[in-house]
């Protein structure tokens, strides 16, 4: 499996796919979504029109315009509500569902922010969980370089944490 974490700014990787932490009206919002965008350009919005949003648990793909990654995933993660309403079902289908679609698009490397835990909340530690065990399930079928783009050293010391417990 080719799985690794990183400390860093996802909007500066050279990969072939960058993952957005969208809404679901993929037009730009706050963080990770936000900064991508900034960093894209106005193509990037004009792109995201054409799709008519996306739902919880999809993803839909766009050029990376001014970014070094080819494409930019656009994917919906759940807002957590204390883990009763399919969070964890709706989060690994953002991570399935973005993989899928980088396979479709005949891309080796993809690059994944921490999906659903900024503002909506999702508690970092079973986020970690749940993307490592959904990615490292996906990469057994369908190898892929595949990196999870902390912000925080905080976030870090998860993700290796879970990444040390799949090796």
């Known amino acids: 499996m080719r799985m690794k974490a990183i400390l860093g700014d996802i909007t500066t990787l050279s990969v072939d796919a960058i993952v957005n ?3 679901s009206s993929l037009l730009g919002g706050g963080g990770v979504d936000g900064a991508i965008h900034r960093a894209a350009g ?3 919005v004009h792109e995201c029109r054409l799709l008519h949003g996306c739902k919880t648990g999809e993803a839909k793909i766009t050029g990376g315009y001014r970014l070094r990654a ?3 995933i656009h994917t919906v993660g759940p807002v957590w509500n204390g883990g009763h309403t399919r969070e964890a079902e709706l989060l690994a289908s953002c991570y399935r ?3 899928e679609l980088a396979v479709e698009h005949s891309l080796e490397s993809i690059a994944f922010p921490a999906i659903s835990t900024g503002i909506y909340g999702y508690p970092i530690a079973e986020a970690a ?3 490592v065990s959904t990615v ?3 990469l057994k079928v369908r ?3 595949v990196i999870f ?3 925080s050293g905080k976030d870090l010391a998860v993700y290796q944490a879970e990444l040390a417990k799949e090796s």
């Open 129 to 131: 969980a749940i993307s």
């Open 97 to 99: 569902r973005s993989l």
């Open 136 to 138: 490292g399930d996906f």
């Open 42 to 44: 106005p193509d990037l």
């Open 21 to 23: 932490a969208a809404n």
């Open 143 to 145: 190898p892929l370089e």
């Open 70 to 72: 080819k494409f930019v």
């Open 149 to 151: 783009c902390c912000f």
